[in-house]
């Protein structure tokens, strides 16, 4: 049987290293900031506070800028609050431009001195509808640029159900609408608007990533922030929102903040140690009608507290108070005033506004708040 030949397999060759699978072809990225994520994008552990420190946007050159909500409150005045499944006849049914951040804003317009450059701005979204052009109109009309609140298509305004009673005390459920609409490339679209202030002021009716992108604007930009924890979340504040210039809360947002009930100053106080150690450069906490504390470190680090009494007036309508003292006292931070000054300005300005019903036709002038100040 012939033999077959063997195949006689070659030793194979010698391997080449493997080419690197090259690279997808990707189109370079237009140059604009991510979309803020609010944890933990936003929380900036070199953070210095700015109050007591010069703004970097001179004092005849910036005002105020609020981001925040513009909403149409529907009030109606009752006897008392209905309890759960309860019916009440009320009365005096109003319609009134308001919302935290209109609020503020027409507060800031009011109060602050006139001239080309101490300009009040306001960024936010209204609906396309009647209450949206009724709510810029009333802005315009108390002093605030409006080029930066944008008209949002087949979407409505917010709006807020309120309810006051005989006391004053009121109860407020708000729809959102067009405010929900607000984003983080909106803020970033307005931020010449924020660089161009001395002090910017935000809330907690708008969507937290657009809050956390204003506050991350003014802070790379020098400009003192002013955060007003309302509503305040039930489960807690995001971690990047503590990090703000001022922090101020009333009696309630500080326990939903804090876990601690404020009955007192002493409770204030230790309220604010809690809120410092998360980051805030000061607290500013709104007492009602005793005024405010205020809660801070000194040079050497050690915290101190400060009692600025309030001024006893007629309570008709509280609604207006707390955006009332926030916008009084973002007008006198830009204006240069210290810090004690300032919250008793803005205690007046709270005071006033307690004295009239509604919310944005609540709100005092300057001269009242003067007035009120010098005991006059």
């Known amino acids: 049987m012939p033999k077959v030949a063997k195949k006689i397999a070659r030793p194979p060759a010698k391997a080449r290293p493997a080419k690197p699978a090259p690279k997808p072809v990707v189109a370079p990225k237009p140059v604009v900031a991510p979309k803020p994520v609010i944890e933990p994008e936003f929380v900036d552990s070199s953070f ?9 946007v001179p004092i005849d050159q910036g005002g105020v800028v609020v981001v925040g909500s513009l909403n149409m409150d529907v009030v ?35 109060l602050s001195k006139k001239g080309k450059h101490a300009v009040t701005r306001m960024v936010g979204r209204v609906g396309d509808d009647a209450f949206g052009i009724k709510m810029i109109a009333a802005l315009q009309n108390a002093g605030v640029e409006t080029g930066s609140v944008v008209t949002t298509k087949n979407t409505p305004s917010g709006t807020a159900l309120i309810i006051v009673d005989r006391h004053g005390e009121n109860s407020i459920v ?24 001395r ?32 509503p305040a979340p039930l489960d807690g504040l995001p971690e990047s929102l503590f990090h703000v210039d001022i922090l101020s809360p009333n009696q309630t947002e500080a326990q939903l903040i804090t876990g601690i009930t404020v009955r007192n100053v002493d409770d204030a106080r230790r309220a604010g140690e809690k809120m410092l150690a998360r ?88 001269a009242q708040v003067e007035a009120l100040i010098a005991g006059i």
């Not at 210095?48 to 970097?56: E, I, L, T, W």
């Open 199 to 230: 002090v910017l002021a935000v809330q907690l009716e708008s969507p937290f990533d657009a809050v956390a992108c204003a506050i991350a604007i003014a802070k790379q930009a020098g400009v003192l922030t002013i955060l007003d924890p309302a």
């Open 279 to 366: 980051g805030t450069g000061m607290v500013v906490l709104k007492m009602g009608s005793s005024g405010a504390v205020i809660v801070q470190r000194d040079e050497k680090g050690a915290i101190t507290h400060k009692h600025v009494l309030g001024f006893k007036v007629p309570v008709v309508d509280t609604t207006a108070a707390g955006d009332s003292f926030t916008g009084a006292l973002a007008v006198a931070l830009a204006e240069g005033l210290p810090i004690e000054q300032a919250v008793r300005f803005a205690n007046a300005a709270g005071a006033l506004a307690c004295t009239k019903p509604g919310a944005a036709s609540a709100i005092p002038t300057r």
């Open 48 to 56: 210095k506070p700015q109050v007591g420190r010069a703004s970097r």
């Open 174 to 197: 708000v729809a959102g609408g067009a405010n929900s609409r607000l984003t983080a490339a909106d803020l970033l679209a307005q931020r010449k608007a924020i660089e161009a202030s």
């Open 76 to 110: 109606v005045r009752a006897e008392v609050m209905p309890a759960p499944g309860q019916t009440v006849m009320g009365h005096d049914l109003m319609q009134n431009p308001g919302g935290k951040g209109a609020n503020q804003a027409t507060a800031a317009g009011k």
